[in-house]
């Protein structure tokens, strides 16, 4: 295989990619992304492992199947097309069948288009990706990994959704997701504290743009925010999270708005930004909370839904050993994270000021009975291990 393995993680507007070496576990040589995709202002931004800040120039795509064309042409002339061996892509709906990283054949495509239904945001688009790929360089493998198969042996009560039987035929359930990121919190777990810590009542909470949390127990999940689709659980940043289905049916009535203006409200316009008015971002909200009363009523929402979820899943764990914080907020906001823990010294969990707001490694208090740890995310490494895993024929991790 040539030396570099491609990660392709997708979204509506922007792609990240990266290039890892084909052989040596973490080493990365590039981290990119494509932003703006479709606007006016499209930019790609790119380092190397030796570089500390980033790179950007402008980038023209209208679609992320448009991206691969100029994409291959910028790799081409910073990396050489050749060095690529392998593309593994994250795919965010593995439906009910998919529970392990998989080799792209004609086969799975037409399969991942029958589900589109269960994910007409993510499933089309990527696989638009993967085919735009296979145009442009047919001879190099593709692996793809689901971004549900974290979750996919869930207990039968965690999957069941209360509605008539006969939608479980239809793949209704909840699926989660979020499950690349829960794969290597869950490595990092065990490499950092060890197997038995691994094996503990563990909630993992990947509070980013998209927000959800799992709860897992002897290594394995039980229990996740996230359902049948991702606008579930957690408020988010443009997502409502979990929302009375009668308001729903209120909003379509009063307001005579079809699916697809509903499928905007709920996914886009709602949240973080729908509560503010300004703004989906943490970091903007965190800035304006002290004179803007609606930013915090934002900030104060997502704290309180989050530690209310933690105290379900204690409860469903049946106690608490260990808290990670993980994603772009959870990483990243000291406040946010000092918020939702404070009412939680009933389970056990007592932060140290100091190391939370230097965002240690671990930001409990020695010898508390939970642990509070913040570990930086990586799903572009699960994907390069899952890619090398598939094809030396090796189970993936």
Known sequence: ????????????????????????????????????IGQADATIAWRTRDDSTWQRQAFEATTNETAIEPLMQWLESHTGRDSIGAIGHRVVHGGPNYARPERATPEIIAELRRLSPLDPKHLPAEIDLIEAFTKHLPDVPQVLCFDTAFHHNLPRCAQLLPVPRRFEAQGVRRYGFHGLSYSFLMGEVERLAGKEAAHGRIVLAHLGSGASMAAVRDGRPIDTTMAFTPAAGLVMATRCGDIDPGL?????????????????????????????????????????????????????????????????????????????????????????????????????????DSRNQRNADVISVDRAPVTVRVIRTDEELVIARSVRAVLSGATSP
């Open 248 to 352: 729903l049916v209120y909003m379509m009535r009063s307001g005579s708005l079809g699916a697809d203006a509903l499928d905007e409200l709920v996914n886009s316009q709602s949240g973080l930004l729908g509560v503010s008015g300004t703004s989906p971002d943490m970091r903007d909200l965190l800035e304006r909370e002290t004179h803007d009363p609606r930013a915090a009523d934002a900030i104060a929402l997502f704290c309180y839904q989050a530690k209310k979820f933690i105290g379900a899943f204690a409860a469903a764990l049946g106690g608490l050993d260990l808290l990670v914080f993980s994603a772009g907020i959870g990483e990243n906001a000291p406040p946010v994270r000092a918020r939702i823990c404070e009412g939680l010294e009933f389970l056990g969990v007592r932060l140290d």
């Open 1 to 36: 295989m040539a030396p570099c393995v491609l990660t392709i993680n997708a979204g509506s507007s922007s792609i990240k990619f990266a290039l890892f070496d084909a052989t040596s576990e973490r080493t990365r040589r590039m981290s990119g992304m494509l932003e703006r």
